[in-house]
């Protein structure tokens, strides 16, 4: 069984954060590359563009996560989790946080992409010209980069796809070149 259908199964098709039918599919949550069904949950497009910052934030759209915290899994638990920092400006994300429990090892991944901080501490990823990049925008490398560990060189020009940051250095984005999974240096990039 896929891990899509595993997802469908588990959540009786409904998004997994606000329960809606229609237009589901699969969300990988980051910083996590491989799929599987303990780091996917099945949301709607709803969810999904404002997750990805494709649209505006409907706090009310969120109201559903009173419900959705609860959940036994844990990829949903965290999605929750994170969702509620990012509207705690709100006021009502506050209680729901207060009454929410994390494991530790779930906690720390739930903060693997810095939602709980202040905007004046997160950490910023920019390319070359100073653009803001975030987890799954695509690069160009600007010059040719030897990879470390290894005899394969990255030429200028390659398009990196689905990039995912660090989350402890602005300097540094992952992202795959070829089938390799490497490490890159923000200022060889350019935001496509």
Do not use: F
Request: contains cysteine; hydrophobic residues 35%; glycine residues 4%.
């Amino acid at each position: 069984m896929s891990v899509l259908q595993t997802l469908q199964e588990r959540s009786n098709n409904n998004c997994e954060l606000c329960s809606a039918s229609n237009n589901l599919s699969q969300y990988t949550i980051p910083p996590s590359l491989n799929e599987n069904v303990a780091n996917d949950v099945l949301i709607c497009n709803t969810c999904k563009d404002q997750i990805e910052g494709n649209t505006d934030m409907d706090p009310n759209h969120w109201r559903c996560l009173n419900d959705s915290m609860w959940s036994e899994h844990v990829a949903v638990q965290i999605m929750a989790w994170r969702m509620l920092q990012r509207l705690r400006s709100e006021g009502w994300p506050k209680d729901l946080l207060d009454m929410m429990y994390l494991d530790d090892e779930a906690l720390a991944l739930a903060r693997a992409t810095g939602e709980h901080e202040d905007d004046a501490n997160k950490i910023i990823h920019r390319d070359v010209n100073g653009v803001i990049l975030e987890s799954g925008d695509s690069v160009v490398l600007i010059k040719d980069l030897k990879v470390k560990g290894s005899s394969m060189v990255a030429k200028q020009g390659t398009a990196v796809r689905n990039i995912r940051l660090d989350h402890e250095n602005s300097e540094y984005i992952e992202g795959k070149v070829g089938a390799q999974q490497i490490v890159i240096i923000t200022k060889y990039v350019k935001k496509l």
